[in-house]
């Protein structure tokens, strides 16, 4: 049986944060519990304005903020006091030789780098200077020593912070302790990949390639029921995708529903006009383009309505209520759909009007403008992976061998050639 350390009373707490949410409440509520705070910059003023007793980090240092506060906490005493084993007679020796008192709380928030970076034609010197040096060793230091320190990375882990200590009596368990440990080091090394990604994006393939994405969720299984699955998503947009889209009901997502919806809505955005695409086993079996999404739609279950039977249709305009009466028949039958948007009354026709509306899954892509650039497509192999430029253009010149093809033919032709690119097999086309 694995035996519990005794917990950790909090007498000391270092607050610097970015992001303000909260804070002077958080601060507070600590005061109340006896915790002296020291804090730097724009913290120390948001508290002293909040009515927040602080001690000014420079005071306790003797060693003022300088070169425009790149330099405030890397000093001994902030990090002799958080990474001091409390355990140690030799530790505690020289932290009492060299005036330091032991920090037991980190709170912290980074600088903005991803958020900064994504804005467009961000300037490469305002990047540079939004690369937090003091906070992530704060951050990593007290997440090393977590056996006896607290560190804090998120506002929205305030709360349980604070009732922690009210049920410990101003102290914190182990395994809170451990599980923001863990949270921190996440933290850190996503920022730090962030920074690696951006700097190294400058180049088309950088020597080392470091891919940043959040998790979702878990799904139900894989490709094959006895395989495990997950999803996944990029922190940056680059377009409209089923990745960053807002899930609004049916039945849970599956591995293989992904895919297919991924697909469907990819070639949807590619087509012009307005386009309706049904996919089944990753393969576009109905496309169609038209002035309206109805008659899209309508020519895409035409291309082959046995297949379509079961598939996924993705947009790439507003489906409505017309679009929606017409997709909720007894004859059809849907997994998914997804589009940029449903207009009022449409998702209602959708869920109830058929039996197997219930389950239908549902994802609103939106139309938000890209926070980024520089997607790539990746494909694993053992032990490694492929990458290479998105195929986001028809490239190939068309040349007529026999005549010269009119407007609408040759529109005919870009409509079957975009289709092509989308389909998985040796491809073709009616």
């Known amino acids: ?21 909260g804070v002077v409440e958080f601060s507070r509520r600590l005061s109340e519990f006896g915790i002296e705070i020291l804090s730097t910059g724009g913290t120390a003023k948001a508290l002293r304005d909040g009515g927040v007793k602080i001690t000014d980090v420079s005071e306790y240092t003797g060693s003022p903020e300088i070169m425009d506060g790149r330099v405030k906490t890397l000093h001994p005493k902030i990090h002799g006091g958080i990474l001091c084993v409390r355990d140690s007679k030799e530790h505690l020796s020289q932290a009492e030789k060299h005036g330091i008192r032991m920090i037991d709380m980190v709170v912290v928030t980074l600088y903005p780098f991803r958020e900064v970076v994504a804005r467009p034609n961000v300037a490469f010197e305002e990047a540079i200077e939004n690369i937090d ?35 410990r009596d101003g102290a914190t368990s182990e395994m809170l302790r451990r599980e923001l440990a863990v949270q921190a080091f996440t933290h850190t090394a996503r920022y730090d990949g962030a920074i690696a990604s951006y700097l190294g994006g400058r180049e088309d393939f950088p020597d080392l390639l470091t891919l940043q994405f959040e998790k979702i969720d878990d799904l139900r299984y894989g490709e094959n029921p006895h395989q495990k699955g997950a999803s996944y998503r990029s922190s940056i947009r680059t377009a409209p995708s089923v990745a960053h889209a807002t899930f609004l009901g049916g039945k849970e997502l599956s591995y293989n529903n992904l895919l297919d919806l991924d697909s469907a809505f990819e070639l949807a955005r590619e087509l012009r006009r307005q386009a309706c695409v049904i996919v089944k086993h990753n393969n576009p079996c109905g496309a169609g383009c038209a002035e309206t999404p109805l008659e899209a739609f309508r020519k895409a279950l035409e291309g082959d309505p046995v297949s379509a039977y079961g598939g996924l249709a993705a947009f790439n305009g507003i489906v409505d209520v017309a679009v929606a009466e017409a997709i909720a028949v007894k004859e059809n039958f849907l997994e998914g759909i997804i589009v940029p948007q449903y207009a009022r009354g449409a998702i209602d026709i959708l869920r109830e009007k058929t039996k197997w509306g219930k389950n239908l899954r549902i994802l609103e892509a939106g139309n938000a403008t890209p926070t980024g650039s520089g997607w790539v497509q990746v494909r694993t192999i053992r032990d490694g992976m492929l990458v290479q430029s998105p195929d986001d253009s028809l490239t190939a010149e068309l040349k007529p061998v026999v005549g010269q093809p009119d407007d609408a033919q040759m529109r005919d032709l870009q409509f079957a050639w975009t289709v092509c690119k989308h389909v998985r097999s040796n491809a073709i086309v009616l």
């Not at 035996?3 to 707490?13: C, D, F, G, N, Y």
């Not at 560190?151 to 049920?167: C, H, S």
């Open 133 to 167: 040096i003091g906070g992530p060793a704060m951050i990593r230091s007290a997440a090393k020593n977590h056996k006896y320190v607290t560190v804090i990375t998120d506002p929205a882990d305030y709360d349980r912070v604070i009732e922690d200590l009210r049920r």
């Open 1 to 21: 049986m694995r035996i519990m350390r005794p917990l950790m009373k909090i007498r000391t707490a270092l607050v610097s944060v970015f992001d303000k949410t």
